[in-house]
């Protein structure tokens, strides 16, 4: 079993429509957890970073961990066209420099 | 700008040839990382480096050399490139390695070894 598990998609939406995107972990020593924005043929951008269990917002984007459940999640409001992109989530323990990533979901939003 | 640069983007090689992909950044962050990207399996993590001559092995590192003599730069050595490192390869830096949650990604290296 992966470590990171991130089911690919693709996921297509209405823009405008509330987005969730999932990841589950096996880890439960995982403390840091990241997700990341990849455009087609570019490098992954650092969307959202939190630590330990919670929520953390940023504009639209809202990032949200649950360490019970092994749970983490990418709630994008309002979303447009330009937010479709693969998405990966990724995660660390305290003593590692080494991230696991999800295989990233395929986001498309449609006008 | 902040940048993480990565040379050449696009190679073409075949079994065996040594060859080696740059990384620089302008940002003087300390921690410095090689990923390669395939599909199905994701990011995995081939070196990393927290600072100058401070390197260590990721999750997947054979095959693959790495050296930190500056700080700016991180290049990614295949003495003896085979097929199965034919992929996409990620430079990153970040500020603070735990968590990278400063980290910038390069634009990536698309390489196809024949």
């Known amino acids: 079993q992966k470590e990171v598990e991130q089911d690919p998609g693709p996921l297509s939406v209405p823009e405008g429509a509330i987005v969730s995107l999932n990841c589950t972990y096996s880890?439960?020593?995982?403390?840091?957890f990241m997700w990341y924005r990849q455009y087609s043929r570019k490098g992954p951008e650092l969307l959202m970073y939190?630590?330990?269990?919670g929520n953390k917002e940023d504009g639209r984007f809202t990032a949200q961990v649950d360490k019970s459940s092994k749970y983490i999640s990418l709630f994008i409001r309002d979303s447009q066209p330009s937010d479709s992109a693969t998405y990966l989530c990724?995660?660390?323990?305290?003593?590692?420099?080494?991230?696991?990533f999800g295989r990233g979901t395929s986001l498309i939003v449609h006008p | 700008e902040a940048q993480v640069t990565q040379n050449p983007r696009y190679l073409i090689t075949v079994t065996g040839k040594k060859l080696t992909v740059t990384c620089s950044q302008n940002m003087n962050h300390e921690y410095m990382s090689w990923y390669r990207q395939d599909p199905g399996l994701g990011l995995r993590q081939i070196y990393y480096?927290?600072?100058?001559?401070?390197?260590d092995k990721g999750d997947v590192p054979e095959g693959y050399k790495v050296s930190r003599k500056e700080k700016r730069n991180f290049p990614l050595i295949l003495e003896s490139p085979s097929p199965n490192q034919t992929s996409l390869y990620f430079c990153a830096s970040s500020l603070m390695g735990r968590g990278q949650e400063t980290q910038y990604f390069g634009p990536g290296t698309r390489l196809l070894v024949l």
């Open positions: 939190t630590y330990s269990s």
């Open positions: 990724a995660t660390s323990s305290g003593g590692s420099y080494i991230p696991t």
């Open positions: 880890n439960s020593a995982f403390q840091y």
């Open positions: 480096s927290m600072n100058v001559e401070v390197t």
